[in-house]
């Protein structure tokens, strides 16, 4: 695992043999990323379990197949030959049923049944709420503090990461006892090194927790969305199947925890290795959204993303053609690096104009939580600078370890020394 300020040199594919994509993280992810960019609008790539896909990392050619009208996400439907379970990684982004991995009438369905938690005058009703759990981490933290030669204290798992994922259990109505094996579980979701986890287990294991979870809220309803999902699914089975329920709280409840969790980390760690940009933003604090935006555009909690496929051939020029019936992953991540893009796309600079990327998708896919990361972030940042002027990285950069991921894109642990702590 390797950090992203290493530099990479990965060699040129040849066209005519698949790539395996590369689940080192960090800069082996942006610098392959690079390659495949450089080499074709599409290039054939080899995935865990010898499947073999189209990667895409153009920033014109993704923003083009996002919504392309022969490019689907229902692998039911366009994936011919594809049996549900034969490649065990790929449940979460194939075989689970959720409006994540459905097209046109039952991505409406199930989009709307949870669209109504994230509205716009929703979310904001959950300002306070944040408020509140980012308080009481950063007094946890305060407590911690010691001053000059304290330990250091995983700013991660202490901060980051315990924002988002008390934000979603508490939204979702996942009982305090059942969290931890939970949000154990689901954190492996995104790893795809077969050599580090067995995503067979992963996925079994994450939807074992989901059905204990129904099973809680159907002996004891709540005022949460695990149980507004679940009266919907027994009035009106034709709504939402038993399946859909399941696939839908594992999305919700993965998706609401890791991406926020990684904007955050990438937005300390930057601020923290570009100190002139912290000042400028610490005297400024509207400015903050300008710190939000372009962590998420140079360093996207998602890369790429499995699957799309193709209903129709794709002509994308310069002798690529993806074929009807093809599967196709999309880099979401490589729009914001994209020097087509973005003048000088590897350096963080809140003072640049076009902070452009596709960090939550794009089209009718677009992630359905953006609008509650960015309201966490915009929350928990502030706060944590204001409570810990101090803060200072407990380790060079080039240290810090990735996830085993070339989907996920966030480190494992971000080693902080906190300084002494201001009055809350």
């Given at each position: 695992?390797?950090?992203?300020?290493?530099?990479?040199?990965?060699?040129?594919?040849?066209?005519?043999?698949?790539?395996?994509?590369?689940?080192?993280?960090?800069?082996?992810?942006?610098?392959?990323?690079?390659?495949?960019?450089?080499?074709?609008?599409?290039?054939?790539?080899?995935?865990?379990?010898?499947?073999?896909?189209?990667?895409?990392?153009?920033?014109?050619?993704?923003?083009?197949?996002?919504?392309?009208?022969?490019?689907?996400?229902?692998?039911?439907?366009?994936?011919?030959?594809?049996?549900?379970?034969?490649?065990?990684?790929?449940?979460?982004?194939?075989?689970?049923?959720?409006?994540?991995?459905?097209?046109?009438?039952?991505?409406?369905?199930?989009?709307?049944?949870?669209?109504?938690?994230?509205?716009?005058?929703?979310?904001?009703?959950?300002?306070?709420?944040?408020?509140?759990?980012?308080?009481?981490?950063?007094?946890?933290?305060?407590?911690?503090?010691?001053?000059?030669?304290?330990?250091?204290?995983?700013?991660?798992?202490?901060?980051?990461?315990?924002?988002?994922?008390?934000?979603?259990?508490?939204?979702?109505?996942?009982?305090?006892?059942?969290?931890?094996?939970?949000?154990?579980?689901?954190?492996?979701?995104?790893?795809t090194d077969p050599a580090a986890?067995?995503?067979?287990?992963?996925?079994?294991?994450?939807?074992?927790?989901?059905?204990?979870?129904?099973?809680?809220?159907?002996?004891?309803?709540?005022?949460?969305?695990?149980?507004?999902?679940?009266?919907?699914?027994?009035?009106?089975?034709?709504?939402?199947?038993?399946?859909?329920?399941?696939?839908?709280?594992?999305?919700?409840?993965?998706?609401?925890?890791?991406?926020?969790?990684?904007?955050?980390?990438?937005?300390?760690?930057?601020?923290?290795?570009?100190?002139?940009?912290?000042?400028?933003?610490?005297?400024?604090?509207?400015?903050?959204?300008?710190?939000?935006e372009e962590a998420l555009r140079?360093?996207?909690?998602?890369?790429?993303?499995?699957?799309?496929?193709?209903?129709?051939?794709?002509?994308?020029?310069?002798?690529?053609?993806?074929?009807?019936?093809?599967?196709?992953?999309?880099?979401?991540?490589?729009?914001?690096?994209?020097?087509?893009?973005?003048?000088?796309?590897?350096?963080?600079?809140?003072?640049?104009?076009?902070?452009?990327?596709l960090a939550f998708g794009h089209?009718?896919?677009?992630?359905?939580?953006?609008?509650?990361?960015?309201?966490?972030?915009?929350?928990?940042?502030?706060?944590?600078?204001?409570?810990?002027?101090?803060?200072?990285?407990?380790?060079?950069?080039?240290?810090?370890?990735?996830?085993?991921?070339?989907?996920?894109?966030?480190?494992?642990?971000?080693?902080?020394?906190?300084?002494?702590?201001?009055?809350?």
């Open positions: 695992m390797t950090s992203a300020s290493e530099t990479f040199a990965p060699e040129v594919p040849d066209p005519a043999e698949p790539v395996e994509l590369d689940s080192g993280g960090g800069g082996r992810l942006y610098a392959q990323t690079e390659t495949l960019r450089a080499t074709a609008p599409a290039v054939r790539v080899r995935l865990p379990e010898d499947l073999l896909a189209w990667s895409v990392t153009r920033g014109d050619v993704v923003r083009r197949l996002l919504t392309h009208p022969h490019v689907r996400k229902d692998a039911r439907r366009n994936w011919p030959g594809y049996e549900p379970g034969a490649i065990s990684w790929l449940y979460p982004w194939v075989d689970s049923q959720s409006m994540f991995t459905s097209d046109a009438a039952d991505h409406a369905r199930l989009r709307n049944l949870i669209g109504r938690a994230f509205a716009p005058r929703r979310i904001e009703a959950l300002r306070p709420a944040v408020r509140t759990i980012v308080t009481d981490l950063l007094d946890a933290l305060a407590a911690r503090a010691t001053g000059a030669g304290a330990p250091p204290v995983d700013l991660r798992a202490d901060y980051a990461y315990a924002i988002p994922t008390r934000v979603i259990c508490d939204l979702f109505g996942v009982p305090e006892e059942q969290r931890p094996a939970m949000l154990a579980a689901m954190d492996l979701v995104l790893t986890v067995n995503a067979g287990e992963v996925s079994a294991e994450v939807i074992a927790h989901m059905r204990v979870l129904v099973e809680t809220r159907r002996d004891d309803p709540g005022d949460d969305m695990t149980s507004l999902l679940l009266a919907a699914h027994e009035a009106d089975g034709d709504r939402l199947t038993e399946h859909e329920l399941i696939s839908t709280l594992f999305l919700m409840v993965g998706a609401g925890s890791q991406t926020t969790a990684a904007l955050l980390d990438h937005a300390v760690r930057e601020l923290l290795t570009h100190r002139d940009q912290l000042v400028a933003v610490l005297a400024e604090p509207a400015r903050w959204d300008d710190v939000v140079l360093h996207p909690p998602i890369v790429h993303m499995p699957l799309r496929f193709a209903t129709g051939d794709i002509d994308l020029g310069e002798g690529v053609t993806i074929r009807s019936g093809e599967a196709i992953i999309v880099g979401f991540g490589a729009h914001g690096r994209d020097p087509a893009v973005h003048d000088d796309p590897a350096a963080f600079d809140i003072d640049r104009a076009d902070k452009a990327h089209g009718i896919h677009y992630c359905l939580g953006a609008s509650l990361a960015r309201l966490e972030a915009q929350i928990a940042l502030p706060a944590l600078f204001d409570r810990f002027p101090d803060l200072a990285l407990a380790v060079p950069p080039s240290e810090l370890r990735h996830q085993s991921s070339f989907i996920g894109n966030d480190v494992l642990a971000l080693p902080v020394h906190l300084g002494s702590p201001a009055a809350p």
